[in-house]
């Protein structure tokens, strides 16, 4: 009798513990289905339902996170079989020579490239890198991969000459005007929106290096004038620049006059992003972290556009995308802004993103990361 009222009450209590935790599903479940109607999921931008992936720029988020790896180093040997090939040295510009070999010439001649600087020589290491990029100009990874490095070689140049007492500091010749000068020379020879958006952001990285607003302004001008030049003739889903377009909006100062600012309505930014998530609502394939950041960039869009209620929404919506400690302690600190306040605190939250360059948020790697 004992040992029967016991097996009872110990199936009881799974039963119990079984039954709390479909309830927490369930109330997870409205939680984020609240969240999506308080900020009008039907309202964001309509998206053609033959819209594809490429279309989109998210096509081969897999492939382009091997191929990142890959030349930056991060791969294991197995990988490196499948994707290295022989490095001929810089025999470049044959194009008659077929893309199944000039691809993977251009992903092994860029992690040549990589190698040349890290072991010191840095002159022929970006040679190597701009002319393995011509064999292959509209790859978003490789095209990159030259950016980033040359972002990282220029900073660390200006804090080298920062700590040399140099007020003035001029780069090495190899580092002027670098990589603007060879993304203008790309988009010349190769005019695609691929080159095109890394010219654009080559901009951005500019103002990224030098904050002040006399270089800011007009850097942020000149991208948006290049992102438009793509979105508006034939890519008008490509998400790539759409995000760039709309975190450029955002990132403008809300009370400064720009210098087109008769030009931008006050919720550009949430236009732009806003599209970006509904893009990526119909076409799929973006990892959560990458939906997260939408969804929170949105929020962030609509404090600038006075929509406070939808941005916490947005905010919700994000920290329930995914789950990583800088996104939950990001959605944290914007949940703890008051009304009066919330502008301010959002200009000072976009200044500190701006001065994170270890990985500047020009890095397209957050597309398949």
């Not at 007020?167 to 603007?180: A, E, G, W």
């Not at 290096?209 to 490509?238: C, H, M, Q, R, W």
């Amino acid at each position: 009798m004992v040992e029967g009222t016991a097996r009872f009450f110990t199936q009881l209590r799974a039963g119990v513990r079984a039954e709390a935790w479909i309830a927490v599903v369930v109330l997870i479940a409205v939680t984020v289905v609240a969240a999506w109607s308080r900020v009008g999921l039907f309202d964001l931008p309509a998206v053609p339902s033959t819209l594809s992936v490429d279309q989109a720029g998210l096509a081969a988020l897999d492939q382009n996170r091997q191929v990142d790896e890959f030349i930056w180093r991060r791969t294991d040997p197995d990988m490196e079989k499948r994707i290295v090939v022989d490095w001929p040295g810089p025999v470049f510009q044959d194009e008659t020579i077929n893309r199944e070999i000039t691809e993977p010439m251009a992903r092994s001649g860029v992690r040549a490239g990589m190698l040349e600087i890290d072991q010191g020589d840095v002159e022929a290491g970006l040679k190597t890198l701009r002319g393995s990029l011509k064999l292959d100009p509209a790859n978003v990874v490789l095209g990159n991969a030259y950016r980033i490095k040359v972002f990282h070689l220029r900073r660390n140049y200006l804090n080298e000459a920062r700590k040399r007492g140099e007020l003035t500091p001029q780069f090495p010749p190899h580092l002027v005007k670098q990589p603007i000068a060879f993304f203008e020379e790309l988009v010349r020879e190769h005019p695609s929106r691929e080159t095109k958006l890394q010219l654009a952001l080559s901009w951005v990285d500019e103002m990224l290096l030098f904050p002040a607003l006399e270089i800011k302004a007009p850097s942020s001008v000149e991208a948006v004038k290049i992102l438009t030049d793509i979105i508006d003739n034939g890519n008008e889903y490509y998400v790539p620049a759409l995000f760039a377009r709309g975190l450029n909006h955002l990132h403008r100062p809300a009370r400064l006059v720009w210098p087109e600012a008769d030009k931008t309505p006050p919720d550009a930014a949430a236009r732009d992003i806003g599209l970006c998530v509904a893009i990526g609502r119909k076409v799929g394939g973006s990892s959560p972290r990458l939906q997260a950041t939408l969804a929170m960039a949105l929020g962030d869009a609509y404090v600038k556009a006075g929509r406070l209620s939808v941005a916490r929404s947005w905010w919700q919506i994000a920290q329930n995308l995914c789950h990583d400690d800088d996104i939950e302690q990001a959605v944290r600190r914007r949940y703890g802004w008051r009304d009066e306040e919330i502008l301010d605190r959002l200009e000072e939250e976009l200044d500190r993103a701006r001065t994170e360059l270890d990985h500047p948020m020009t890095d397209l790697a957050l597309m398949w990361n």
